[in-house]
């Protein structure tokens, strides 16, 4: 049996050509069974999200498995098969092994190292483990992704760095103020890239949220969303010298906060540090406000080069990443090819003759009066009980000929006579989010 | 046996140094946790070490240079494996352990005299006075070296440096706060280490201050970090100017230290 992956993502495709392929969850279960329903194909799942769309199975021939897959995607998003091939790639055997196991490591992602697209995937094999369109391998398979993308998190830095502009504020402000549980945020003006910034700071668990805006009712507003303290824009230097943290995005076309402010407002903060963002574009706080003692400031530019000295980070963890996969492949490929219906008949004959032998000399070691014909007789008898129970599985193992049912009778003699396989995933059975 | 637990301390605190340095470019937990080790051991070591010899001369070791410079840099070790325990700042020992390891390099280096003790030495005031300066001292250590980082770390936040060493210092709140704490220790113990040394040098010599050079230069210190506390529980003097005042101070300390000769000793 062999894994097969058909897809296009990012790198292949632009959005106008991945929006049409994509596939909406809540119409999933149509596409699977007609995957499924394919020649050949034996167990599908559809992954699908804004950045890829690939669809992995299981098949007995290859090339056939693949155009079929590749048809299937055409015909069902009725796009020409000769717009839609030259955005597709397709892997097969160990290719796709690994394959699968970088894009759930996040290796393949735009932005490598993302979290999502973890669940992602999960979430498209619990849907295709709900409408019974993997199987065995697939089961076995994603599960297995699921476990080298854990030890990739665990075992390399290449999700630890922050790579948004808001992260990347919280990581700067915990370099000036250390502890952020005993500070206060300050929203001036109400922008979209300052309320992020703000969650992320209450995530962190800052003390309070002061919010002020030229209108108040909007300040007032997010207040209440950040179970804040709404402050009248008038008063802003009234209470500034209470925040820890200033974030500031209003639409004024000049300085809002001066040095001189900055200096008086230190001052009155016992020059306790200030750690200010500027987001707005033109600037709200002097640049000059950098040279108060006790003030720092950054702007988004600065925080957009933390994001890319730390991405450029994530591209060096990945190369360790990419070993930990070559490890796993091999481990992983090694079952798969054990999977096959003549080297199980085998293990398992020899499985049996082995106990057969065992047995037989134990019981002949310590036989004084043995009749001259009976250890003759003993093999015989031993032989006929093998054979007459070996007979009905392996008919049944070879009649099960090419469906998926031949993978699961022979997945379970496996595990039943505990035929070596050199992979241990079964402890790794279990979907965490 | 001395020379053995010397050597021992010395190798110790080598190996810890090179794992301190080590901490600065990169980033592991058990690295840190065997530099910390290997300190510690050092330190129970430099301990040993120290109570053989006073055993041994039957005194304090601290009438020497040599003796002295071991025992400073045991309780800027001391000082530091305090701090780290309570605020886990691996790269404050990349700072102080270097120090630590090249005191006692030069103590080693030093010929201890093992002169008789003079008569005005032998005065309880004396080993009291002697004890409580070197603490202090440690502490002013550790805070003139956390001085030095604060000014680093705040130099790569002011010019937007972002990567390597920045990455590893603390941040300035922590080093702002430790330096705090190893002043308000420092401070008290230099005080009475002054004050005592003072009622020792009256019932030595008849006076309770002669104005010798070491005296001076003492009274100075404490008025440098006098003035410096006083400036940040009052103004709040703190940042930049809290850490170059320390560092100056530290200086001035260490011109006491090692540049001033006490007229009653020696």
């Known amino acids: 049996m062999n894994i097969i992956v058909v897809g296009l993502s990012h790198r292949t495709a632009t959005v106008e050509i991945r929006e049409k392929v994509a596939f909406s969850p809540n ?5 699977l069974r007609t995957l499924v329903a394919l020649e050949g194909i034996v167990e599908g799942v559809i992954v699908s999200t804004c950045n890829r769309v690939e669809i992995y199975a299981t ?97 390399t830095k290449i999700a630890s760095s922050a790579v948004s502009v808001a992260f990347a504020a919280v990581e700067l402000a915990k370099k000036v103020l250390g502890d952020l549980s ?48 709404a402050v009248p824009f008038e008063e802003l230097f009234q209470h ?79 190369e360790k990443a990419e070993e930990i996969i070559d490890q796993e492949i091999g481990q992983f490929y090694k079952w798969l090819s054990s999977l096959g219906v003549t080297p199980t008949i085998v293990a398992l004959r020899n499985r049996f003759e082995e106990i057969r032998r065992a047995e037989l000399e134990r019981t002949l070691c310590g036989w004084k009066d043995l009749p001259p014909d009976g250890e003759k007789r003993l093999e015989a008898l031993t032989m006929a009980i093998m054979n007459k129970m070996l007979h009905a599985p392996t008919t049944a193992l070879k009649q099960a000929g090419q469906g998926g049912r031949v993978d699961l009778y022979v997945d379970a003699l496996r595990q039943l006579f505990d035929l070596q396989t050199g992979f241990q995933g079964d402890d790794e059975l279990e979907l965490e989010e | 046996m001395t020379h053995l637990f010397f050597l021992v301390t010395l190798s110790l605190y080598g190996c810890a140094t090179a794992a301190y340095l080590c901490c600065l470019v990169k980033t592991s937990e058990k690295l840190n946790l065997w530099a910390n080790r290997l300190l510690v051991t050092g330190f129970i070591s430099h301990i040993l070490s120290t109570i053989h010899l006073a055993n041994q ?66 005065s309880n005031w004396f080993w009291f006075h002697a004890l409580l300066a070197f603490a202090s001292y440690a502490a002013f250590a550790i805070a003139c070296g956390v001085a030095v980082m604060y000014l680093i770390q705040r130099y790569f936040l002011k010019k937007k440096h972002f990567s390597g060493l920045f990455q590893k210092l603390p941040p300035l709140e922590t080093l702002d706060e430790i330096s705090y704490r190893s002043l308000a220790i420092g401070f008290p113990l230099l005080t009475v280490a002054i004050i005592s040394g003072a009622i020792w040098s009256e019932k030595a ?42 560092i100056i101070g530290f200086v001035v300390l260490l011109i006491t230290f090692f540049g001033m000769k006490h007229s009653i000793t020696w």
Request: proline letters at 4%; a positive charge.
């Open chain 1, 182 to 229: 005993d500070k206060t945020v300050m929203l001036v003006g109400a922008g979209e890239m300052c309320e992020l910034a703000a969650k992320h700071f209450i995530n962190c668990g800052v003390k309070g949220v002061m919010v002020t805006n030229r209108t108040f009712e909007r300040a007032e507003r997010l207040a209440d969303e950040f179970k804040g303290e």
């Open chain 2, 57 to 122: 001369v039957r005194h304090l070791p601290l009438t020497d240079m040599q003796g002295s410079l071991s025992f400073f840099s045991l309780m800027i070790v001391g000082v530091f494996i305090f701090f780290d325990r309570k605020y886990k700042v691996p790269t404050l020992g990349s700072f102080v352990t270097p120090v630590a390891l090249v005191m006692l390099i030069v103590a080693s280096a030093l010929h201890g005299e093992m002169r008789q003790l003079p008569p005005v030495l032998q």
């Open chain 2, 205 to 246: 010599v008849g006076n309770y201050w002669e104005w010798d050079p070491k005296q001076t230069w003492s009274l100075i210190t404490w008025f440098i970090y006098a003035a410096l506390l006083h400036g940040r529980l009052t103004i709040g003097w703190r940042g930049k100017r809290a850490a170059i005042l320390s």
């Open chain 1, 27 to 31: 119409l999933i279960e149509k596409p």
């Open chain 1, 240 to 318: 500034l010298h209470h925040a820890d943290i200033v974030l500031s995005s209003t639409g004024a076309p000049h300085v809002i906060i001066t040095p001189r402010d900055v200096v008086d407002v230190v001052r009155r903060r016992k020059f306790r540090p200030m750690f200010f963002i500027d987001i707005a574009v033109p600037r709200d706080i002097d640049p000059k406000v950098e040279d108060v003692d006790g003030a720092f400031l950054f702007t988004v530019d600065d925080l957009q080069e933390i994001v890319q000295a730390n991405l450029a980070q994530r591209n060096r963890e990945a």
């Open chain 1, 59 to 155: 098949t007995r021939d290859i090339a056939g498995g693949i155009a079929r897959i590749k048809r299937f995607l055409a015909d069902h998003h009725r796009i020409p098969l000769e717009t839609l091939e030259q955005h597709l790639y397709s892997y097969h055997s160990e290719a796709a092994i690994r394959h699968v196991f970088r894009v759930a490591s996040s290796l393949d992602s735009m932005v490598v190292g993302e979290p999502q697209i973890l669940g992602q995937i999960k979430t498209s094999y619990g849907y295709a483990a709900e409408y019974k369109s993997s199987g065995i391998i697939l089961n076995r398979f994603l599960h297995k992704a699921f476990s080298v993308a854990k030890r990739v998190r665990t075992e």
